[in-house]
């Protein structure tokens, strides 16, 4: 049973890692990011939208270095959920013939009219906008980071420290599992559905007993380097530049016109 | 000379009943290189936990500077005696190379230019600037035990305990860690390693301990402790292959009949060449 590692929480993880906005100060993403959705979500224009996804992807491809093919990628898959929506909103049932297009099924018709149409491409262009300015932040922002700027508009120290160690466990976890799967496909463990389901059994509870011996591990690990219940790091300073924050103001401003207009 | 670290009677006990550690008693002096041989199981980590003060022992004492540490001070042995996880993944907890060498150094409370220069300066040891934004999940196994050590580095620990840092690791990175190793003691830290790699032990060493079943059961220079055929085979070691081999080289007349055993194959070429 061979597998790649190519989606799934590695690949967003890398991309954060790999983007070249990542040096950028992660406050002022945060700002940006969650501006822009504010700005998409009240203007509720179809313009302003579609002017968010073009600057969005454009600025993920110019300064995120990331390829449009990744970009839009992971923009489908978003995609792909809210057009199945936007079909809903789009279209009505009705026992009568209605609206300027209809579908003639079995008992009753499925009908949409122009009006309908307008407003769902309206409210899926608007949720993709928004996609797209939470896109600009897990793209080019590491967890790590990310649980930084809650804890510095003070969310509760326990909670940011919890999801640090969560993040760092995740990949312990994964990383154990991947192992024990191997493992259990070595011995034929994945050969039909009955053997499947009790290796999959086996390894759950096991990495489940691995994980209780790794946290007592982990905790003698962090008292030996003088853990007393406050974890900190260095955080890397990464000021914010002049141009960012004209840039930002600038396409706000530029929505703004784009909203009244 | 005052000994760095002295311990008394040391006794730990894990919840399964069984004495880890059944009255052990060691002086360690500033700059030694100590070598922790013995079998899995034999107490060899218990001590090192016990050393740093993450474990406190049931009973026994550990004395630093002379002064005994007691409850309170145990933090102390954190600062001043650090130590290095067999297993890179269950020490590593931060997200970036850089922000994971810097954890220790934050613990000590240090100001932050401080801190950089030390995180600066242990990954410049252990060569791992290029690394410094990377995920831990994202490195190799030796690049995690680099990681490792360079956490202990920038706590600047007078003492430093390494648990098995050779295992699992490739050739090349045997001989990275040894040069670490040697250029560390010439700097006059004090290094303790847990090992079963004996001829590693052997050329590396200035005093030989052995553990077993809790207890210490030798604790001589390397050429003694190997020397000992009861012992090595009480505490399931093996000879070094240098010791053997010089054995060979003795029984045929090629080396001196009383020359001791050479602790490098250096040291056995240069004997072998003034005969």
Same mark, same amino acid.
């Given at each position: 049973m061979a597998h790649r590692h190519?989606?799934?929480p590695h690949s967003i993880d890398r991309l954060a890692y790999q983007?070249?906005?990542?040096?950028?100060?992660p406050a002022f993403k945060t700002v940006l990011a969650v501006g822009t959705l504010v700005f998409c979500l009240a203007a509720d224009r179809p313009a302003v939208s579609a002017a968010v996804i073009l600057a969005l992807a454009a600025l993920q491809k110019g300064k995120?270095?990331?390829?449009l093919r990744d970009y839009f990628g992971l923009l489908l898959v978003s995609l792909a959920f809210l057009l199945l929506g936007g079909a809903a909103v789009a279209c009505d049932i009705s026992t009568v013939p209605a609206g300027d297009w209809q579908v003639r099924l079995p008992w009753f018709y499925v009908c949409a009219s122009a009006d309908s149409v307008r407003f769902a491409a309206s409210l899926v262009l608007k949720a993709l906008g928004a996609v797209s300015a939470m896109y600009l932040l897990a793209l080019t922002t590491t967890a790590c980071e990310l649980v930084d700027v809650l804890r510095r508009a003070h969310l509760p120290p326990l909670l940011c420290e919890l999801m640090y160690l969560i993040y760092r466990f995740v990949f312990v976890l994964l990383d154990m599992y991947g192992r024990m799967r191997q493992a259990a496909g070595a011995r034929l463990?994945?050969?039909?559905f009955r053997t499947s389901c009790r290796a999959f059994g086996g390894t759950a509870g096991n990495l489940f007993v691995l994980a209780l011996r790794r946290s007592r591990v982990y905790s003698d690990a962090m008292a030996a380097r003088g853990y007393d219940g406050d974890l900190r790091f260095l955080e890397e300073e990464k000021p914010v530049r002049a141009a960012q924050i004209v840039g930002m103001l600038l396409f706000w401003a530029a929505l703004i016109v784009l909203a009244v207009l | 000379m005052q000994p760095i670290l002295q311990v008394r009677d040391l006794r730990f006990c894990y919840d399964s009943g069984?004495?880890?550690?059944d009255g052990v008693s060691l002086d360690v002096h500033a700059g030694e290189r100590i070598a922790v041989l013995g079998?899995?199981?034999?107490g060899k980590s218990t001590f090192f936990l016990c050393l740093n003060g993450v474990l406190a022992p049931e009973s026994g004492q550990i004395l630093l500077d002379g002064k005994p540490v007691d409850k309170k001070a145990r933090k102390t042995l954190c600062e001043r005696v650090g130590i290095v996880f067999q297993n890179a993944d269950d020490q590593i907890i931060a997200s970036t190379v850089a922000s994971e060498v810097s954890f220790g150094p934050m613990n000590l409370r240090l100001p932050r230019n401080e801190v950089a220069r030390r995180v600066d300066h242990a990954l410049e040891y252990m060569d791992l600037q290029a690394f410094?934004?990377? =995920? $831990?999940?994202?490195?190799s196994g030796g690049e995690k035990k680099r990681v490792s050590i360079a956490d202990i580095l920038a706590m600047e620990s007078e003492v430093i305990l390494l648990d098995e $840092?050779?295992?699992?690791?490739d050739p090349a990175g045997e001989e990275r860690l040894e040069r670490v190793l040697a250029r560390l003691s010439d700097e006059g830290r004090t290094l303790l390693i847990s090992t079963h790699d004996v001829d590693f032990a052997f050329r590396w060493a200035t005093r030989a301990v052995v553990f077993f079943a809790g207890r210490i059961l030798a604790d001589d220079a390397p050429q003694t402790v190997f020397g000992d055929a009861a012992l090595l085979r009480q505490a399931h070691l093996r000879r070094p292959v240098l010791a053997e081999v010089f054995d060979v080289l003795r029984a045929q007349g090629?080396? =001196?009949?009383?020359a001791a055993c050479p602790t490098t194959v250096g040291a056995l070429a240069r004997l072998l060449g003034e005969k």
């Open positions: 190519t989606h799934g983007s070249g906005m990542r040096g950028w100060n995120g270095k990331l390829t463990g994945w050969r039909d | 069984v004495p880890a550690l079998p899995n199981g034999a410094r934004a990377r =995920p $831990p999940h994202d490195l $840092p050779a295992a699992s690791l090629m080396a =001196p009949p009383d």
